[in-house]
C-alpha cells in the first residue's frame, strides 16, 4: 500500500523557511513522481513542484521558484521542499502526492496517493 506522510509545516514570519518532509512507503520510490501540492482556503489546489527520480529531473511552479527546491533522500524515501523568503501568500496546506504512470504533469489527478497535508502559515 502506497503511504505518504507530509510534515514540516509550521508558522512563520515572512522571509523566513521551512523544509517540508514527505515519507513514502509501500512502493519502490524512485520508480514514482512525488508532487507537492498546496491548497489555500477558498482556491483550488495547485501544483507547487514535483520530481521524478527517474528521469533525476525536477520542475516547479513559476510563482515559487527560485525560492523553493524539491529534492529526495531516496535511501530514506523522502522528499523535501526547502521553501525560502516565505511570503504571506504561500500560506496554505501543503500535500505531497506520488504519480504511478510516469508522466510529469501539473494535474492533482494524475497523482494516485496523497499524504494528509501540513500547514504552512506565514505572517507579515
Known amino acids: 500500500e502506497v503511504q505518504l506522510q507530509a510534515s514540516g509545516g509550521g508558522l512563520v514570519q515572512a522571509g523566513g523557511s521551512l523544509r517540508l518532509s514527505c515519507v513514502a512507503s509501500?512502493?519502490?520510490?524512485?520508480?514514482?513522481?512525488i508532487g507537492w501540492f498546496r491548497q489555500a482556503p477558498g482556491k483550488e489546489r495547485e501544483w507547487v513542484s514535483c520530481?521524478?527520480?527517474?528521469?533525476?529531473?525536477?520542475f516547479t511552479e513559476d510563482s515559487v521558484k527560485g525560492r523553493f527546491t524539491i529534492s529526495s533522500d531516496n535511501a530514506k524515501n523522502t522528499v523535501y521542499l526547502e521553501m525560502n523568503s516565505l511570503k504571506p501568500e504561500d500560506t496554505a496546506v501543503y500535500y505531497c502526492?506520488?504519480?504511478?504512470?510516469?508522466?510529469?504533469?501539473?494535474?492533482?489527478?494524475?497523482?494516485?496517493?496523497w499524504g494528509q497535508g501540513t500547514l504552512v502559515t506565514v505572517s507579515s
Open positions: 520530481i521524478s527520480n527517474t528521469y533525476g529531473t525536477t
Open positions: 509501500g512502493f519502490t520510490f524512485d520508480d514514482y513522481i
Open positions: 502526492a506520488a504519480s504511478e504512470d510516469g508522466i510529469i504533469s501539473r494535474s492533482p489527478a494524475r497523482y494516485t496517493s
